[in-house]
């Protein structure tokens, strides 16, 4: 049963995968128990600055770009003693992965997404990237809190609007964010806030996320 609700929570993240690609989760990463698969999946989403706009080339050719508020995805992933590696599915529908260090009281995690995308029609390849430093106090054996500082870098998407006709081509912008956050879990369920700066604008943009974990060997 366990292991049937593990792929339907990654193929409704699929399903629902949205176009842009922000920080993961340090409470999800600091979850995972010791020699053990855990999966789970977190909603939430952000307020704040979005870079969300139009574009006028020409007078017959446009971009729409839109970085979506709502977030939502589901993650797999690996540990041993003090090693973790997974991946994730749901703000886009391209892969993310995710590895670091992870103990009671420290965490490093890194990411990148396993497919590089077109820079907003150029030449420039680039991919969504970062890493995130976390600091874990457990109150008890199951109630923790923690914080973490991360840089991101970050892509939303967007469409080539032509006049009289239809254009699928998909285009990517991205930009940098320096950031915190905070959460507090309870065994296997947490709430997170993260804080980001995009560097070099005004933009702030604030995270709410709720997550549920769990272990996917378990029976």
Known sequence: MCNRFSLLVLFVAFVLAG?????PSAARFM???????????????FWGDDNSHREERSAQEAYRYKEPRFLLDGALFFRNDHFSFGFSLGEHPFPRFMLGFVSDYF?????????????????????????????????TSKFKVGVSQFFAHNS????????????????????????VGAYIS?????????????LGSDNQRFYLDFSVMFDAQSH
């Open 19 to 23: 176009c842009s690609s922000h920080a």
């Open 31 to 45: 979850s995972a128990k010791p020699n053990s698969i855990y999966m789970g999946f977190g909603g939430g989403g």
């Open 107 to 139: 965490g490093v995690q890194g990411w990148g997404d396993v497919i590089v995308l077109n820079d907003d029609s150029s030449t420039n390849w680039k991919r969504p990237f970062g890493i995130m430093t976390i600091e874990q106090y457990p109150i």
């Open 156 to 179: 939303y998407s967007g469409v080539l609007d032509e006049c009289c006709s239809i254009n699928l081509d998909y285009y990517v912008k991205f930009y940098k964010e320096l950031g």
């Open 186 to 198: 309870y065994d296997d369920y947490s709430l997170e806030f993260r804080y980001g700066n995009e």
